[in-house]
C-alpha cells in the first residue's frame, strides 16, 4: 500500500567539479593527482504534492572504480559520458515510492540494462563498480530528497512507518541464518547518532614518514607533510596503510616503520590496505606472522585487514580463511551488493567495509545482510571532499563500525572544501583523532544547503 510520504522524480540536474590533490595518492599501479566530482540535484514530489530538491556527490574516483590498461583520459570521459547518460534516465524513471524503495529497483532494473547499452561496441566495457559509482551520486540525492520532502532526517525514514516492503522483498538469507520477514533498515542501524567519531588516517605509498624523507619539492600551504606532523597536529589514533601486496619485503617493512611510529606516539590501531593484488592468502599470512614473531606491539595494533585480493570474487573463489583466522578480514572492492557478501562470508570473510559511492540503497542492503550474518562493518573513504564527505560519515555514524571512519579528504584537497567547513568544521577538520558531527542537522542529509 502507498504512503503519504511516498516520491517520485521529477528532474535531476548533474555538474562536474574538478579537484586537484596537493600531494599525490597512490592507487595500485596508479596515481591519483586529480579528482572529477560529480554533483547531482533531484527534485521530487511527495503523494501530498510537496516538492523539494536533493543533493548528491560522489569523486569519480577512475583509479579505483575502473583497474586498466587504457589511458586514463579515456576512462575519465568515459565514466562523465556514463553520468550525463544517467541524468535523462533518472529524470524519466516512472516509479513511486520510498527513496530506498525507488533506488533499488532503478540500481537493479535500469542501471543494469544502461550499462549493458552503453558498453556496446567497447573493446573494454565500464566495470559494474565504476556503473555503481557513477550512479551513486543520483541515488543519494534521491535518499536526500526524500528526507527534504518530507521534513524528516533521512536515517529516521528507514522504518516500516515509511517503508512499503519490509527485507525480505530484497535479501535472502544465508542458510536458514537470519529472518528478513517483517524487518527494515531501522532493526539494524544505531537508535541513536553518536556525534563523535573516530577518524582513520590514510598513510599512502607515496606518504612521507619522516623528516629524513622530505626533498624540499614538497608544497608549502601550511598543511602537514610528513605522518608524524599528521599525528601530532589531528591526535591521530587510527592509521589505514597502503601497501603494494605484489612486493613483501617492502610491506614488510613499511608495516615495521609506521608500526614503530604509532609506538612512540601512542597510536593504538592500525590497519592494511594491499589494494587487491595479491594472488594467494600465504602472502597475507606470512607478513602476518612474521610481524606477530618479530614486531608483536606492531601485530598487536593492526585491528583488521583490508581487501587483500582481486576484485572479482566470483572469479577468484579463494578459500580465505587462513587470513581471517589472523586478524579480521573485510571486503571492500568485492562488496558490490549483498550477494557478494553472501558470497564472501561462505569464503571466510568476516567483514564488510561499506562506501556510499555504491550508492546509498546498496550500503544500506550490505549493512542490513551483513548484521544478520554476525559479520562486523567498517566504512571506508574514497576521498571524498565537499557534500560527499556528509553521507559518507552519516553511514558510518548509524552502521555502528568496527571503529569509526576512515576519512582523508583533508589530506589531499583540503581546500576543496572550504565552503562546506564554514557550516561543518568538525566534518572537515580531525581534532583529538575525531570528527564532530554535531552541526548534522535539520531533514535530509542534514547539509544546510540554504546556509552554505
Not at 567539479?17 to 596537493?22: A, K
Amino acid at each position: 500500500m502507498s504512503k503519504q510520504t511516498d516520491i517520485n522524480i521529477l528532474h535531476s540536474e548533474l555538474e562536474f567539479l574538478p579537484v586537484e590533490t596537493r600531494v599525490p595518492l597512490k592507487f595500485g599501479n596508479e596515481t591519483l593527482t586529480s579528482v572529477t566530482c560529480a554533483r547531482v540535484q533531484v527534485r521530487v514530489r511527495n503523494a501530498m504534492g510537496a516538492e523539494a530538491i536533493g543533493w548528491g556527490e560522489t569523486p569519480l574516483s577512475v583509479q579505483w572504480v575502473w583497474p586498466s590498461r587504457l589511458s586514463y583520459t579515456h576512462r575519465h570521459e568515459r565514466l562523465k559520458a556514463f553520468c550525463e547518460f544517467l541524468v535523462s534516465l533518472y529524470s524519466n524513471f516512472n516509479c513511486s515510492g520510498h527513496a530506498f524503495e525507488i533506488g533499488y529497483d532503478f540500481i537493479f532494473g535500469d542501471l543494469e540494462s544502461a550499462l549493458s547499452e552503453f558498453n556496446e561496441g567497447q573493446d573494454e566495457p565500464m566495470p559494474w563498480l565504476a556503473a555503481l559509482v557513477c550512479a551513486s551520486a543520483f541515488d543519494i540525492a534521491l535518499h536526500d530528497a526524500y528526507g527534504v520532502v518530507n521534513d524528516l532526517p533521512t536515517y529516521k525514514t528507514y522504518s516500516q512507518e515509511h517503508l512499503n516492503r519490509d527485507l525480505s522483498a530484497y535479501l535472502e538469507p544465508s542458510a536458514g541464518l537470519a529472518d528478513f520477514n517483517g524487518k527494515y533498515p531501522s532493526d539494524f542501524i544505531a537508535k541513536e547518532r553518536p556525534d563523535h567519531l573516530p577518524a582513520w588516517h590514510l598513510v599512502g605509498g607515496l606518504d612521507l614518514l619522516s623528516d629524513t624523507e622530505l626533498t624540499g619539492d614538497e608544497p608549502d600551504d601550511g598543511y602537514p607533510i610528513i605522518l608524524e606532523d599528521w599525528i601530532r597536529r589531528d591526535g591521530l589514533n587510527c592509521l589505514k596503510i597502503k601497501l603494494r601486496g605484489n612486493d613483501a619485503a617492502w610491506d614488510y617493512g613499511r608495516l615495521v616503520r609506521i608500526g614503530d611510529i604509532a609506538r612512540r606516539l601512542d597510536v593504538d590501531w592500525l590497519t592494511t590496505d594491499f589494494n587487491c593484488t595479491v594472488t594467494d592468502p600465504v602472502y597475507v599470512n606470512r607478513i602476518l606472522d612474521q610481524l606477530m614473531d618479530q614486531h608483536p606491539d606492531t601485530y598487536g595494533r593492526i585491528l583488521y585487514v583490508e581487501q587483500p585480493f582481486p576484485y572479482e570474487l566470483e572469479v577468484h573463489r579463494m578459500n580465505v580463511r587462513s587470513v581471517s583466522a589472523r586478524k579480521p578480514l573485510f571486503m571492500d572492492e568485492s562488496a558490490h551488493d549483498w550477494r557478494q557478501v553472501r558470497l564472501g562470508l561462505e569464503l571466510g570473510w568476516t567483514g564488510v567495509a561499506l562506501k556510499t559511492c555504491k550508492t546509498q540503497t546498496g550500503a544500506l542492503l550490505s549493512l542490513c545482510w551483513a548484521k544478520a550474518h554476525g559479520m562486523t562493518l567498517m566504512v571506508q573513504d574514497l576521498t571524498n571532499p565537499m557534500l560527499a564527505q556528509i553521507p559518507h560519515v552519516l553511514l558510518a555514524a548509524h552502521a555502528g563500525t568496527i571503529m569509526g571512519v576512515e576519512t582523508n579528504a583533508m589530506q589531499f584537497y583540503p581546500e576543496a572544501s572550504a565552503r562546506e567547513a564554514r557550516l561543518h568544521p568538525g566534518l572537515y577538520q580531525r581534532r583529538n583523532g575525531r570528527l564532530d558531527l554535531t552541526t548534522l542537522n535539520g531533514p535530509g542529509f542534514g547539509y544546510r544547503i540554504d546556509e552554505m
